[in-house]
């Protein structure tokens, strides 16, 4: 098959567009902390996507896309981008090479949330590097490089367990290893700029349209369908998010927006299997069930500090769960549990079940391991301070 110029430049597009994704996430995370560490969300997510690019380039493709190593990993054979050229099938190999690397950035930007307001630089920067090659790769590699998830026939079609699973149950993790922010429970913590994090939310949902359709990695029906039934699930997330809470008080901007996302994070597996009525269903329920989950990370006093376990880990979670009920044979070849399809379900359970346990274990153990060597955590008096100051030596006050 020859390079196809329409495809071609459907994909770079959409690699821009999913790109402007992990800025996004920084200017979503940042709304929501106080004033002296939104250049330090911000920033974190810059610095995400400038670590994976590197360690992308360098291990981190092969490791996902390389030959196949007992279904668990890629080899390093296009170490260095050995092999990854110009030339390909429908896209250039490079471009889709870039393309998961706009996938892996983003992904570590979200995991952020476990440490928010209280992370050295110097320890994330290490552990981005630890968490991307160990526990990003891999679950890359099991869902779309040859390993043993896709071997089984489990269905991930823009990342329900490698993006958003991951990301959760890793930020849970974390969090668990760093402890709560210094005065967690004590005083107030809400959102102080809750305009950024709708800024971020809209560049989100923006990016992604690219983000879904794109994962069809050619510009045909199949892209269209998953354009739109990302952002049918995204609208049915927010109205459901929106109508829970307003049920307790007022209707939030950031519970809106927070549901747009959640809806986003279940329909990314299913994007390109189900069908628009699937889609308000998806969506609706994640709404409703991250919602929920929020206020249960509460009500237990977890430090899970900006939701990245209930929005991304529990409706990632959903969202595969989702795929196995309502996938339909006449838009991505599968059925469902729905149309009888009990096998499709309990393989999607056991693929996100086997996700969840790998991110959480695997990011607790890199966790105390740099927390043990070099501490994961600011100083008390640099805490107080912000790490806006204490880590960038910048303020947001001019």
């Known amino acids: 098959m020859a390079l196809d110029t329409g495809d071609t430049a459907f994909i770079l597009i959409c690699t821009a567009m999913v790109m402007l994704m992990t800025p996004g996430v920084g200017l979503f995370y940042g709304g929501m902390v106080r004033n002296k560490n939104v250049i330090s969300m911000i920033a974190m997510s810059f610095i995400a996507f400038a670590i994976v690019t590197i360690q992308w380039v360098t291990a981190g493709y092969s490791l996902a896309f390389g030959s196949d190593i007992s ?40 995991l952020t949330s476990g440490v928010a307001e209280r992370i050295k630089l110097s320890s994330f920067i290490v552990l981005g590097v630890l968490w991307t090659t160990l526990v990003y790769d891999p679950l890359a590699h099991w869902a779309w490089g040859g390993g043993w998830a896709s071997q089984l026939g489990a269905l991930d079609f823009a990342g329900g367990t490698v993006v958003h699973i991951s990301s959760g149950f890793g930020a849970l993790a974390l969090a668990l290893v760093i402890g709560k922010r210094s005065g967690f429970g004590k005083f107030s913590m809400e959102a102080e700029n809750i305009s950024l994090t709708l800024i971020g939310g809209a560049l ?128 991505g070849g599968v059925d469902g549990l729905i149309y009888g399809n009990v096998d499709r379900f309990l393989i999607q359970a056991l693929d996100a079940g086997v996700a969840i346990t790998y991110a959480f274990v695997v990011t607790y153990i890199l966790a105390q391991v740099v927390d043990k060597t070099m501490g994961l955590r600011v100083t008390e008096t640099e805490e107080y301070v912000g790490l806006d100051i204490s880590q960038h030596g910048e303020s947001t006050k001019g």
């Open 71 to 110: 279904g668990f990993i890629g080899s390093l054979e296009h170490f260095g981008l050995n092999g990854v050229g110009m030339g390909g099938e429908g896209i250039p190999d490079i471009l889709f090479m870039v393309f998961q690397l706009v996938f892996a950035g983003v992904t570590l930007a979200i």
């Open 204 to 331: 989100l949902w923006f990016g992604w349209f690219a983000f879904n359709s794109g994962s069809a990695l050619a510009a045909n029906g199949l892209a269209a369908n998953a354009f739109v039934v990302t952002n049918i699930s995204a609208a049915s997330g927010a109205l459901t998010w929106m109508l829970a809470s307003w049920a307790k008080g007022k209707p939030s901007s950031l519970g809106m927006v927070s549901g747009a996302v959640a809806g986003l994070v279940a329909i990314t597996p299913a994007c390109g299997f189900v069908g628009p009525m699937a889609a308000i269903a998806i969506g609706g329920i994640a709404g409703v069930l991250c919602y929920r989950m929020l206020l249960l990370r509460v009500k237990k006093g977890l430090d899970e500090s900006l939701d990245a376990w209930a929005i991304h880990g529990m409706g990632g979670l959903w969202g595969a769960l989702a795929t196995g009920i309502f996938a339909s044979a006449s838009i």
